[in-house]
């Protein structure tokens, strides 16, 4: 994070400073593109990245904070299994991967909906095909987000797993990973919520409402949500 703002103040791309980072990574997609998210989140000029995002990061950190109190967890007294925290890992760092890459997505998703807007409308054929690549579009930036708080769920699920268990040492760390999970699936509840008057097929909107009405009731009672 100190690497990303140290960018913005001195105005450099994060590929100058810290161009291993660009290599191969198990898991994750276009990491460019997802650094450059980061960027334009912490970037208060760029209006076109904002909570999706974010809130997708948020989850993204809270999975990799999980996976590792899961790794200082084996081998302690009391603890489980080494199998038990490994799966845990492995499923943790499985929802970081495709929680970094949801905030790009959601970056990418809301430019296709500024592009669907500046299609031309003069003629009846241009409104039709500017209506149906705006509706197209705004299906996307709907989904995209509930997608990442379907995934902010299970990394919240993931923390009620370990929270019995686990190296007292990290209880902070444990903590962080259970504030920033609930802060970036409700971002992305409110994402999914404020697209949705948009959306011309009623069929559509009844089985996203659905999708997210259920996961609000297999979360209740998670820090309040």
């Known amino acids: 994070m100190l690497t990303i703002v140290l960018c913005l103040f001195y105005k450099t791309d994060i590929k100058q400073l810290v161009p291993s980072i660009f290599s191969k990574s198990k898991g994750i997609g276009d990491m460019e593109t997802n650094f450059e998210a980061i960027q334009r989140v912490l970037d208060s000029k760029d209006t076109t990245t904002g909570g999706g995002t974010a809130s997708s990061f948020a989850g993204a950190m809270a999975s990799g904070l999980v996976g590792m109190v899961a790794r200082l967890s084996i081998g302690k007294p009391g603890a ?6 490994q799966e845990l890992i492995s499923s943790a760092d499985n929802l970081k991967n495709l929680l970094f890459d949801g ?16 299609l031309p409308k003069s003629s009846e054929e241009e409104k039709n095909i500017r209506g149906q690549a705006i509706e197209s579009a705004m299906i996307k930036a709907t989904t995209v987000p509930l997608e990442n708080a379907i995934n902010c769920a299970k990394v919240k699920d993931l923390c009620r797993k370990i929270e019995n268990n686990y190296n007292k040492n990290t209880l902070s760390d444990l903590k962080s990973a259970m504030y920033l999970s609930q802060a970036g699936f409700l971002g992305c509840v409110e994402n999914v919520k404020i697209n949705l008057p948009y959306l011309k097929s009623q069929k559509v909107v009844d089985d996203i409402t659905a999708q997210l009405d259920s996961i609000m009731r297999k979360t209740q009672g998670f820090m309040g949500s």
């Open 80 to 85: 489980n299994s080494k199998e038990y925290y």
């Open 103 to 118: 905030g790009s997505k959601d970056t990418s998703a809301f430019e296709e909906v500024q592009l669907a807007y500046r």
